[in-house]
């Protein structure tokens, strides 16, 4: 009876340490996107590993665009769903691209979010690709797997640091910001 009453105390105590490490995912994720260094299938591609005990449920960078319209040639798990979540923010012009590798220094501010998931159909993955095309060019931002982020401490692109994703280039934000003075302009004028 002692040796039983071990056993379960034992077994007990072993379970109770391999909990935390199925709570909590320790993602991997490699920027492999074409526009920036990479030699993915995509402008942008994220490969996204866990480790063998482990799985996740949802995918997510950094971006400034909201029209998930403007997302070509989507790439993600079988049944999963992709969307943008956020608000709208001020929009830095002078993001930094930061070349794999090295570490960014930068702190990744996006108002948006490009986020897949599982859905209602879709199957907790181990490991998974997810990518697009889109015209804008590359900088530093940050990404979210199953609730754990990057670490802007480390380099970028190579599997805990920060990862690409589009931004608008300075010239368009400009004209951006030019459309909007000139609406205000004209929603001022007419209240006079």
Known sequence: MKRFVFLLVATACVLGLMVPAFAQVNPTVLCQGNVC???GP???Y???SVLAIQKFTSFGVGTHDPNLANYGNMVMPAN???GIFGEP??????DPFT?????????GQCPYTLFWWTGTQGLAVQQANFGFDHRWGPHDV???CSGVKESWAMPVGTGTGPVHGPVPEPGSLLALGSGLVAVAGTLIRRRR
């Open 80 to 82: 999963w769903v992709v």
């Open 142 to 144: 940050g990404w979210v």
């Open 42 to 44: 995509r402008n942008y």
């Open 46 to 48: 994220y490969d996204v």
């Open 89 to 94: 923010g001020w929009q830095q012009l002078d």
């Open 37 to 39: 260094g990479g030699a």
């Open 99 to 107: 070349p794999h590798g090295q570490v960014s220094g930068n702190s």
